[in-house]
């Protein structure tokens, strides 16, 4: 740039690397200085719109993208693009509507068939059996065709030591990767030996550092292809494979789809079914999926005691006494993100806040940083008749001053049809419990499996009626409310807190899954266990 100051090309180039670096900000600066110099230039209105959406402005984020595709129309990859921010701004068919026309153009566009799945199970009109053919869907699509009958060189030996690799696009500061931290940190060393496969692109943070100390192996995976990513793990002799992604961002389930390693696991993470011929276990729990659904899933269902008991229990801030005590003023709230909260969620809270006049809900995620998004949530309430003053919204901060926001709460309001899971999680370690209505798929079940393991069933609706009136009846007592605050940090941590415990019966199973695969008749046959 300083030999030709006019040149786009390497304004868009230094605004990639800023965007790979995190520097959004300074992203969206040499984007739009290329675009100042060429003003038809593609891929800077779409990766403008990229670096736009990771600040969450998401209104600007759309019009880039929308630009993009006024120049050239038929970019599959742009439209899922806008895909991604309508689902964040949570008007969903409209994202459907963009996966769908990325998949009309270039139907071979995997991370667009994924980007549908993980749309579909937000989506209250979409039920179990939908989701779960739509991912078989996926998998004929882009998966199967690169099933080969696999042939593995692994040493049968059913005691020895075992390689575990697993692969994620979160080893980082994430929500997903407090759910497996323990399993990649705290494993028997004498009996596994564990490589990560991390396919995230950034530098990583202090959690990326915990994991990569924990470890015997890290691979940074994310600029390999597919085809290399699986040539690694055999290289690497991999005997267990297990996904951390499922669907979402980051995943490389395409590296699954060559199957690199004898048997492939799914678990935790998004902790929901690949419906991948190549993938032979799937690891969750008999609330997300009850017995009777287990014929909905492509893999086998191996259940643990819960699919929550390895959650990374960090330093909490101090939890205080009920607020309602102090100030007298009920509040109720939500911190997930807003494409989880549908308008029957929306309702549903309206209804409560109209059943207690003197009651307030708080709502808080980065969302709520666009002045658009508050406008457009502000209008559910309005509408049904909620003062605009009873609804307070914030938005992102740093991760102690988030969770500090519990201590203004006094009970918490599961969205749905997509449930809470570790926003769900941290509200408990607050003291503050959550309402959460059981929904007929895996994504709207998270916070029943969490209240179902610490034994708080009581807490959970099984209609949207059921929903409202438990919302009222457990706000109508401030004594109980108050007595349960100060119990539940340590009911979470004595039910949930024993990562060691937990890692040990997964390794239990691993060990179950190598020895059946060592005494199966062909060494080329995957394991499936009924």
């Known amino acids: 740039m300083e030999i030709k100051p006019d040149l786009a090309e390497a304004q868009y180039n230094l605004g990639n690397i800023r965007k790979d670096l995190g520097q959004f900000h300074d992203a969206v600066e040499s984007y739009r200085r290329a675009l100042e110099i060429q003003p038809d230039f593609v891929e800077a209105h779409t990766n403008l719109g990229v670096a736009l959406q990771a600040l969450w402005q998401l209104d600007a984020a759309m019009a880039s993208y929308r630009r993009a595709l006024e120049i050239k129309p038929d970019l599959a990859e742009v439209h899922s693009n806008l895909g991604n921010a309508l689902h964040d701004f949570g008007r969903l068919a409209d994202a459907v509507a963009c996966y769908r026309r990325a998949l009309e153009i270039k139907p071979g566009l995997a991370e667009a068939h994924s980007n549908l799945i993980f749309c579909l199970d937000l989506m209250p009109s979409v039920g179990l059996a939908e989701v779960q053919a739509e991912r078989r869907k996926w998998d004929e699509a882009h998966a199967a065709p690169l099933w080969r009958e696999p042939v593995h060189a692994n040493d049968r030996s059913p005691a020895r030591r075992l390689r575990v690799g697993y692969v994620s696009g979160d080893l980082r500061e994430h929500s997903a990767s407090k759910t497996f931290v323990g399993i990649l940190t705290q494993y028997d060393r004498s009996q596994f030996e564990v490589f990560a496969y991390s396919n995230y692109r950034g530098k990583g943070d202090a959690f990326t550092e915990r994991f990569r100390q924990g470890v015997t192996v890290w691979r940074d995976i994310g600029h390999l292809s597919d085809e290399a990513v699986a040539k690694l793990i055999r290289e690497d002799r991999i005997d267990i494979l297990v996904d951390l992604s499922g669907h979402s961002a980051g995943n490389r389930l395409l590296v699954f789809a060559r199957k690199p390693a004898p048997i492939q696991i799914t678990g935790w993470g998004y902790g929901s079914s690949t419906g991948m011929r190549a993938m032979d276990v799937f690891f969750t729990d008999a609330v997300l999926v009850p017995p009777e659904d287990k014929r909905y899933f492509t893999e086998e269902v191996r259940y643990q005691s819960s699919a929550w008991a390895c959650y990374a229990i960090e330093p909490f801030p101090e939890a205080n006494a009920l607020p309602a005590l ?20 929306y309702g549903a809270w309206a209804e409560v806040l109209l059943a207690l006049p003197g009651s307030r809900l708080m709502l808080k995620t980065a969302e709520l940083d666009d002045g658009v998004n508050r406008e457009r949530v502000a209008g559910h309430f309005t509408r049904a008749g909620v003062a605009p003053e009873r609804v307070i919204m914030l938005g992102k901060t740093p991760w102690n001053e988030h969770v500090q926001a519990y201590n203004r709460i006094d009970l918490a309001l599961d969205p749905f049809p997509h449930g809470g899971g ?54 109508s007592d401030l004594r109980s409310l108050a007595a349960l605050r100060g119990q539940l940090r340590g009911i979470v941590t004595s039910v949930l807190g024993d990562q060691q415990a937990y890692v040990r019966s997964v390794e239990a199973e691993y060990r179950q899954l190598w020895q059946r695969w060592c005494a199966s008749p062909s060494p080329d046959r995957s394991v499936r266990i009924q």
């Open 422 to 475: 570790i926003t769900t999680l941290e509200g408990l370690m607050m003291g503050v419990p959550a309402i959460t209505l059981r929904w007929p798929t895996i994504a709207g079940r998270a916070s029943a499996s969490i209240v179902t393991a610490l034994g708080l069933t009581d807490w959970i609706a099984e209609t949207q009626e059921g929903y409202v009136a438990l919302a009222v009846r457990k706000a």
């Open 326 to 345: 102090a100030d007298g003023i009920l509040t109720f709230g939500s911190f997930n993100r807003l494409a989880k909260v549908s308008e029957q969620a």
